[in-house]
């Protein structure tokens, strides 16, 4: 009974449909569109409500922002801090569990015959600290082989991702092997990891040991990972009192004056802070510390 019912509905639906062939193709290139567009909306959004939340602990990562008016410029936003941040910051702050400052620059870089310019990242073995796959440890599909964590303990040591490990050396175990940077400075192989997934703001293939002579010495981004019930709040109540201390005054020239300055005020934000750059990157991790240094104290000599 149902079944013969279900083919009556089904022979008046396509007579019907067949008897105004122009609306019915409006409706069925509609319905299509309309599907399209909600799933790739879907997509979309899932992709940015997941963006750089990979890393395990990510609620815990935090970046250092810089937002200042130096005494001979507009007010200016940046995304990197000083060299010797990172030094300074677990000593001052117990509640920090990690921190690593990340430089990049492009480098040649040189393997056998093969010789293209990479961008190079140059950090320290904390880096890979904070920046955990999922089950917070460097195991599993995650790690092809080696320890990221002890490659950069070492002065010569490299990590590669997987793609970058196939196109220098043929292979994904590439551990061991030696690499060329400007064709004079060797570093080894020490790990090789999977590549990162697409939706972080990290963008590495090669990441080197800061502390080799030859690294670029530079500002640049640095990340702390907080202790567990550690506020960013915390952290920023004793900022200021570390600047004073850790930061000595530097020197501008400007025209005939010289002027003597430092940052001397700090806040903490929210994803809400507006840094430099797109949208992406205004909102690289969850939460972020946005030290701002919105007051300068200048003097004229």
């Known amino acids: 009974m149902l079944s013969r019912m279900f083919r009556n509905y089904l022979a008046a639906a396509l007579r019907n449909l067949l008897r105004n062939r122009f609306y019915t193709a409006i409706n069925i290139v509609g ?4 599907f399209a567009a909600a799933l790739l909306i879907a997509l979309f959004v899932r992709d ?3 963006f750089d939340r990979f890393f395990a602990a990510h609620e815990r990562v935090y970046r250092v922002y ?14 990197t801090t000083e060299r010797g941040v990172d030094e300074w910051l677990p000593l001052e702050f117990h509640g920090v569990e990690r921190v690593a400052s990340l430089v990049t620059d492009k480098r040649s870089v040189r393997q056998g015959d093969l010789e293209v310019e990479e961008e190079i990242g140059w950090t320290t073995a904390q880096f890979f600290e904070i920046f955990r796959p999922p089950g917070g440890r460097w195991v599993g599909r995650w790690l092809i082989a080696g320890d990221p964590v002890a490659a950069l303990s070492k002065p010569d040591g490299v990590v590669l991702t997987r793609t970058l490990a196939r196109k220098y050396f043929g292979r994904d175990d590439a551990v061991g092997g030696v690499i060329e940077i400007d064709r004079k400075f060797p570093l ?3 790990a090789v990891i999977e590549d990162l997934p697409s939706n972080t703001h990290l963008k590495l293939g090669i990441v080197a040991v800061s502390s080799a002579p030859f690294a670029r010495k530079d500002w640049g981004a640095t990340y702390v990972r907080l202790a567990p019930g550690v506020s960013p709040a915390q ?3 004793g900022l200021r009192g ?3 201390r850790r930061m000595p005054f530097q020197t501008v020239v400007a025209g005939n004056q010289t002027l003597h300055w430092r940052w001397t005020q700090c806040c903490c934000r929210s994803r809400a802070c507006i840094c430099t750059g ?3 990157q205004a909102n690289l991790i969850p939460r972020q510390i946005c030290a701002r240094w919105a007051r300068w104290r200048a003097s004229a000599c």
């Open 31 to 34: 319905l299509a569109v309309g």
């Open 48 to 50: 940015e409500l997941s």
């Open 66 to 79: 810089a937002i200042g008016k130096p005494p001979v410029s507009a007010l200016s936003e940046s995304n």
């Open 188 to 190: 080894r192989v020490g």
């Open 235 to 237: 952290i920023e109540r």
């Open 242 to 244: 570390a600047i004073d």
């Open 278 to 280: 797109s949208p992406r």
